[in-house]
């Protein structure tokens, strides 16, 4: 059996403070890997949090655990289909 690496998930906040999008990043032995959830609700890879840490990114964050990200994805699918069914019957 095998251990999986550790994964830490972490909101994008609006400047309201409210999330606005989801990185998670997965803790690898070398060098951590880091992704983003887009709209299809595929990972892609993301610099969002390095470009954070060289101060390259306004855009503020936080760590959430892994079922406030879950609720997160469920949240957006919901939305995200709805406004394509709406996009598509109107």
């Given at each position: 059996m095998t251990d999986q690496p550790e994964v830490t998930f972490y909101a994008l906040l609006t400047d309201a403070g409210e999330p606005a999008?989801?990185?998670?990043?997965?803790?690898l032995p070398l060098v951590p890997k880091d992704e983003s959830l887009r709209r299809d609700?595929?990972?892609?890879p993301t610099e969002f949090?390095?470009?954070?840490w060289l101060g390259h990114n306004d855009n503020d964050?936080?760590?959430i655990s892994a079922d406030e990200a879950e609720?997160?994805?469920d949240h957006w699918r919901i939305k995200w289909e709805r406004e394509d069914a709406d996009g598509r019957d109107g």
């Open positions: 999008g989801l990185v998670r990043r997965t803790h609700l595929s990972w892609q949090l390095r470009k954070y964050y936080r760590e609720a997160l994805i």
